[in-house]
């Protein structure tokens, strides 16, 4: 049979009656099928899926089916049914076969986002929602405020407040001492705290004391604000908060946690302890300066007398050491800050006590009449004179504990962290070499200088000396005075003493590195074309040479009035009338008037940038205008000298000067020196300069210097008025200083001043050449007593000899003169600028017995300031406007 000829097959279901059952499902008004049933009409015939679904037994059944199914969606055709469409609305529509409404959706706690809403208002909160949070949130502030408010307790400042020696050794890892721990803290009652004291807080620190609740709202938000930006936690604004702050010894942390603490602890204390027990407890627990916690320990400390017995005017300088004594101690903390010298200090410290008097006045705690006795600072003794670290242990403490502050962010150290002790503390200093220093200033002091005999010139003279390995900037060795705990600086970090001739090997350099400046070309173009020098080089030796600048026109200052460089003792070098001698020979003979010509030729910033290369601070550099400049108008420490003649020593290699090695706590090692090595001069440069320097102490003026066996480079120093006199030199093994001056520094004295050595000593005019060389020659024999002999390279030949014209005759020998120069140039006058201080929360004093606090000078790291108190120079312009002399304070050195 053919295929379109065959037979249908029998519908599945079964035969002829399930057929008729299935056309009638498919008649029209038929309900739809229930949800799940499948969608189309030939589902009945060709599906297995369909055709093993049983249909629903009847209306409930389908009603049931629906409501199972989610109500609103379509219903598809039931099976045998033949697809007909579902009645309107489905499930949830008119008509007779309507299904039950689905229940609502369960309502969210919190309605974000909201329901029901499109766009941007689906994420605006409601006003239900803001307020709802607003008030949880205040809930949960009154929650913790008060759980933290009965976790504290009252402080007690005896218990909390204490504090661990720090252990200090030598450069072998011996002990040199124990100390820093103390804790100077003597408790009195109210009744023993003058009223004064009292009312001079409360007029500067917190007018509203006796009325507010001991918290300041904004000061604790500004304090929030600033941790917050990652910044350090503020001082207490209230006295309260001080109080408690102080108290809080144990735990210093810059954290919001321990702010919060501090709060809830200012907040207890308000609530419970008395005003007059609030500030007996911040008088008794504050920190004035100079170790000194406590107004008693002040007043001793200051005074040298009992709280009980301060006046209203020492009552307001107290109150001002509050604000951090780094600042306002009339002794100066130049170790923390070359800005807060015993001048500025005095200043400063004068301005806040009469300021908080007139405060009392306004407030109503003093009287006018009262008030106007107190018109000057107090007299204050020396910050050293309680002091327990005598002889040269003393300056050796300070020079580290300054080192350790000044490069806190190197070291980790701060001050306060200093103060709380446990710090083990290895140093660079030389057992040996610090013992031999001492012995050496002390035999030629004693052998020499008499003041019960020659009060006049022998009175106040004193030393300061220092010794820097030049391989490292290690600080081997100091010889800061007489007594740490009699003198009042550190003479090898802060002298003032000008330098002198000192300063001649860094002109040399600057010659040799940059060269001299061609007068035919225009400035900016000689700035770039230069001839480097050779030592060969020629320059006049004259006497009252009249100096010109690189064009070769005579300078003039501001005045209009020439200068004209005296050599020291009047002579001239050379024959005339050239008088020209080379620069080796010059440096020899320390003639002024050729180094000054060559500094003007190759640019006093070339000059102050070499000095600076070396390792001289730019804040010790002074008159940098003037010609004088290049023969030691300028300040810088003993320490600093050492340091950049050892640049010299190490080929060129500068390293700053150091005084700490490694600092380790209970828990290891906490900070170790790393040394930074810079190239400041090539090789040829620096051997060069030594090479000079050499024949200054085989055949010049510093013969006195001459060791046994070694070779030695160095160079002598005397300054315009006979005030200050050095010797610098070094072998390749160590860079030594010393400097010799007379200054009346008793505490007493604010206006402390170098005087003249005419006489001092018995000779006639005291010259680098005498009791400083003979000084460096007694030490350094007995430093290097036993270290193997090294030489100096052989220099290599460098740049070109100008101004190269015969040289008639040898130079002569000058001769020395006790007459001063008697018509000295222009004094430029200066004013000091002392820069404002931001108070912060290591504004403590730091001196180290004096209680200063970053080895570093304007963060250095020679272990403190080279800054100095500048004394007031009393030559002034007698030349009439010759500026014949070396140049009154700018004149430098006169050999």
């Not at 008030?371 to 020079?399: C, E, H, I, M, W």
């Not at 030393?463 to 060795?477: E, H, L, N, R």
């Not at 004259?542 to 300078?555: A, F, M, Q, T």
């Not at 003792?569 to 000054?596: H, K």
Request: aromatic share 8%; with cysteine; glycine share 12%.
């Amino acid at each position: 049979m053919s295929e379109h000829r065959r037979k249908p097959p029998p519908p599945q279901g079964g035969g002829r009656a399930a057929a008729r059952r299935g056309q009638a499902g498919s008649s029209p008004g038929r309900r739809a099928a229930p949800r799940g049933a499948t969608g189309s009409p030939s589902d009945s015939y060709g599906s297995d899926s369909v055709s093993e679904e049983r249909p629903y037994g009847g209306r409930a059944e389908a009603r049931r089916a629906a409501q199972r199914g989610g109500g609103s969606r379509r219903r598809a055709a039931e099976p045998g049914r033949g697809g007909r469409r579902a009645s309107p609305g489905g499930p949830g529509g008119p008509g007779r076969g309507r299904g039950r409404m689905a229940p609502p959706a369960r309502k969210r706690f919190i309605d974000y986002p909201r329901a029901g809403k499109d766009g941007v208002a689906r994420w605006v909160p409601s006003w239900r929602l803001i307020a709802g949070l607003f008030i949880g949130f205040l809930g949960s502030l009154v929650a913790v405020a008060g759980i933290g408010y009965a976790m504290v307790d009252i402080p007690v400042v005896a218990k909390t407040a204490t504090a661990q020696n720090n252990v200090y050794q030598w450069s072998n890892g011996d002990v040199m001492v124990s100390t820093g721990g103390e804790v100077n803290r003597q408790e009195v009652n109210l009744a023993r705290i003058p009223k004064a004291m009292q009312n001079a807080v409360i007029s500067q620190e917190n007018k509203t004391f006796r009325s507010d609740s001991g918290i300041d709202p904004k000061g604790i938000a500004r304090a929030v604000l600033n941790m917050a930006r990652g910044g350090e936690t503020q001082g207490g604004s209230t006295i309260t908060q001080q109080y408690v702050k102080n108290a809080m010894l144990d735990d210093q942390s810059q954290t919001l946690s321990r702010k919060f603490q501090e709060i809830f602890v200012s907040i207890k204390v308000g609530a419970k302890l008395s005003k007059d027990d609030i500030m007996a407890g911040y008088l008794n627990s504050a920190y004035y300066g100079r170790n000194a916690y406590g107004i008693q320990a002040a007043a001793r400390a200051y005074f040298d007398k009992d709280a009980e017995d301060l006046n209203e005017g020492e009552c307001a300088f107290l109150s001002a050491m509050l604000k951090g004594a780094t600042y306002f101690d009339p002794a100066g903390s130049r170790s923390i800050d070359p800005a807060a010298t015993p001048e500025a200090n005095s200043k400063r410290a004068l301005i806040q006590m009469q300021d908080t008097l007139d405060k009392m006045v306004e407030y109503g705690h003093l009287d006018a009449a009262t008030r106007a006795k107190f018109t000057k600072l107090p007299a204050v003794q020396n910050p050293r004179a309680n002091g327990a670290l005598s002889g040269q242990v003393g300056y050796l403490v300070d020079l580290a504990n300054a080192y350790l502050v000044n490069n806190s962010d190197k070291t980790g150290i701060t001050e306060r962290r200093l103060r709380e002790g446990g710090l083990t503390i290895k140093t660079t200093f030389d057992k040996k070499k610090v013992n031999e220093l001492e012995k050496a200033v002390t035999k030629v002091y004693k052998a020499n200088i008499k003041p019960k005999e020659r009060p006049e010139t022998d009175t106040h003279v004193q030393f300061g000396g220092a010794s820097v390995d030049p391989k490292t900037g290690a600080i081997k060795a100091i010889y800061g005075g007489a007594d740490a705990t009699k003198h009042f600086t550190n003479n090898a970090d802060v002298t003032g003493a000008q330098v002198g001739s000192t300063f001649k090997p860094f002109v040399l350099a600057a010659a040799m590195k940059w060269g001299v400046r061609d007068e035919n070309l225009g400035a900016e173009q000689a700035q770039d074309e230069r001839t480097k020098v050779s030592p060969k080089s020629l320059y006049s030796g004259k006497n009252k040479l009249k100096i010109k600048d690189y064009k070769g026109d005579v300078w003039q200052n501001e005045k209009g009035e020439e200068w004209n460089q005296v050599n020291d003792g009047d002579e001239s070098y050379g024959s005339p009338p050239n008088y020209q001698i080379d620069l080796r020979e010059a440096m020899r003979e320390s003639v002024n008037s050729a180094f000054v010509q060559l500094g003007m030729d190759v640019g006093l910033d070339k000059v102050k940038e070499a000095a600076e290369d070396a390792g001289i601070l730019e804040s010790s550099l002074t008159g940098t205008e003037y010609p004088s400049f290049s023969i030691g108008t300028s300040q810088p420490s003993a320490i600093r000298m050492a340091g950049a003649y050892a640049t010299f020593a190490s080929s060129g290699e500068q390293r700053d000067p150091f005084s700490v090695t490694e600092v380790k706590d209970k828990d290891g090692e906490v900070f170790t020196h790393e040394a930074v090595t810079t190239q400041a001069f090539n090789q040829a440069v620096a051997d060069n300069v030594t090479d000079v320097l050499k024949t200054v102490v085989e055949d010049g003026t510093g013969t006195n210097a001459q060791l046994t066996g070694r070779p030695v480079a160095g160079k002598t120093g005397t300054t315009d008025g006979n005030r200050s006199a050095w010797f610098v030199g070094y072998t390749p093994q160590l860079s030594t200083s010393i400097a010799m001056f007379r200054m009346d520094d008793n505490e007493k004295n604010q206006n402390r001043e170098f005087l003249k050595m005419f006489g001092t000593g018995g000779q006639k005019k005291i010259h680098g050449a005498s009791f400083p060389s003979e000084i460096w020659h007694d030490y350094m024999e007995q430093a290097l007593k036993g270290q193997e002999v090294e030489t100096f390279p052989t220099p290599k030949p460098i740049g070109e000899v100008i101004n190269d014209v015969p040289i008639p005759t040898p130079t002569p020998t000058p001769t020395e003169t006790v007459e001063e120069s008697p018509t000295p140039s222009p004094t430029p006058s200066e004013t000091e600028v002392s820069p404002t201080p931001t108070p912060t929360e290591t504004c403590s004093e730091f001196d180290w017995q004096c209680d200063n606090s970053n080895g570093g000078q304007n963060g250095g790291t020679d272990g403190g300031t080279t800054s100095s108190p500048t004394p007031t120079e009393t030559e002034t312009d007698n030349s009439g406007g010759n500026a014949n002399g070396n140049g009154g304070i700018f004149g430098g050195s006169s050999g």
